[in-house]
Every structure is written in C-alpha cells, then in structure tokens.
C-alpha cells in the first residue's frame, strides 16, 4: 500500500486567481494520477505525472489550465489556474503500486467564489 | 473500448440483510476490476481487485465479488449489512495500453443501511 498526503486539504478561492496542490506519497512510485471530483458524483481523470516525462492529459483537460509538476518519484504538484465557480471540486491525487493498485489521497476540497 | 457500467444508482438494505451491488464492464480483453468504497468526507478505499486469478475475490470488511466473463459482471456482495457499510462505491475497471495506464470508473452506487 502507500500513504498519501495532500495540502491544502481544502480553500476558499476568488475567481482569477490560481491554487497549487500538493501530493506526497510515503514511497518512490513511477506513476501519479490527478482527479477530479465533483460533489456526489464519480471521478474524473485529469492527468498522468510520470516522473521525468511530460504530463499525459486527458481530453478536456490541458495544461495551460492545470499545469502539473513531477520533481522526483514521491511528490507532485497540480496547479488549478485563472480559477472560475466551475472549478470548485474536490482534486484527488494517487499513486499506482507496483501490485498495480491504486491509492488515494484525502483530496482537497476547492471552492471557488 | 472499456468501460463500466453500475447499474444501480442507490442501493438501500435493512442492516443485517444481503448486499448486492451491480456491474458489469466491457473489455476488449481480460480485464483488472477493482472495487473502491468512500465513505461520506473520507478518502478512497481500495476494497478488492480481479486481477485475472481466483474469480473470487474476497475483500475488507465481509465483501467479495464474482467475477464472471460469461455474464461481464463484476458484482460485488456482502451476506449481512452493518450500518457502518453506508457510503458510495465505485466499480473501476483497468485500461492499459501501451504505456498509458488509467483507471476507468463507474458512476458509483450509495449504499444506504436502515436500522
């Protein structure tokens, strides 16, 4: 298993501005995954962080809004940029083991004004 | 194309009686089949995973799951509800390819248990 910490674990935003989450995994692991969440319904994947390569986002989602960072094999950053109302969500990051389970973190609840 | 399909959208039991949660997935070819559990303001759980083994699988917290290619369904069962159970769950099947691996979810199942 891994356990994972995420910071902030919530904010109040204003619209405009850009909010930079951190995920820390307790062990070096080759893959990262950034989620979001929206309230009461199912997750959707906005990016792969594979350390040493660019992010691999999925359609929808592109890097000039969510810019992800990858320094090393236990720790990434997801930025939410220009924030608007429809960016309040909860983001979740996870990691893939090598038994190829995924583990999540506690997520951080966004609101954006 | 894989996908996943949770064919219950609430799910409400009397504590002590059967759960069954429904899914049934689509794959291209043999899949990898997770069960995750959130509870209300907690993270995500790993509860079991079909990794092409023993078809089934047995979980935390009483559950199991059947996996069965000739019916597509991953369903997901417990013989008797605790009120602790009441949350939401997701049935994520596995898309590998090539190196670009990602989880595909289902739109989730609430569980509620009534006393």
């Known amino acids: 298993s891994a356990v994972i910490s995420q910071k902030p674990s919530r904010d109040i935003c204003q619209r405009g501005t850009s909010l930079t989450i951190q995920c820390q995994v307790d062990?070096?692991?080759?893959?990262m995954f950034w989620y979001r969440q929206q309230p009461g319904q199912s997750l959707t994947l906005i990016a792969t962080a594979n350390q040493g390569s660019e992010a691999t986002y999925e359609s929808g989602f592109v890097i000039d809004k969510f810019p992800i960072s990858r320094p090393n094999l236990t720790f990434s950053t997801l930025t939410v940029s220009n924030m608007s109302p429809e960016d309040s969500s909860i983001y979740l990051c996870?990691?893939?083991?090598?038994?190829?389970?995924?583990?999540f973190g506690p997520g951080t609840r966004l609101t954006v004004l | 194309a894989q996908s996943v399909t949770q064919l219950d959208s609430h799910v409400s039991v009397s504590e002590g009686t059967p759960v069954l949660l429904r899914c049934n997935y689509s794959?291209?070819?043999?899949?990898?089949l997770f069960w995750y559990v959130q509870h209300p303001n907690k993270g995500l759980q790993l509860l079991l995973k079909?990794?092409?083994?023993a078809t089934l699988v047995k979980g935390i917290n009483g559950f199991e799951a059947e996996f069965k290619k000739s019916e597509t369904s991953f369903h997901l069962t417990k013989p008797s509800a605790h009120m602790s159970d009441a949350a939401e769950y997701f049935c994520?099947?596995?898309?590998?390819?090539?190196?670009?691996?990602?989880?595909?979810w289902g739109l989730g199942t609430s569980l509620a248990v009534n006393p």
């Open positions: 794959s291209s070819y043999s899949p990898s």
């Open positions: 996870s990691v893939e083991t090598a038994e190829d389970e995924q583990f």
């Open positions: 062990s070096q692991v080759t893959m």
């Open positions: 079909y990794t092409s083994a």
């Open positions: 994520v099947v596995r898309l590998v390819a090539g190196n670009n691996r990602k989880l595909i």
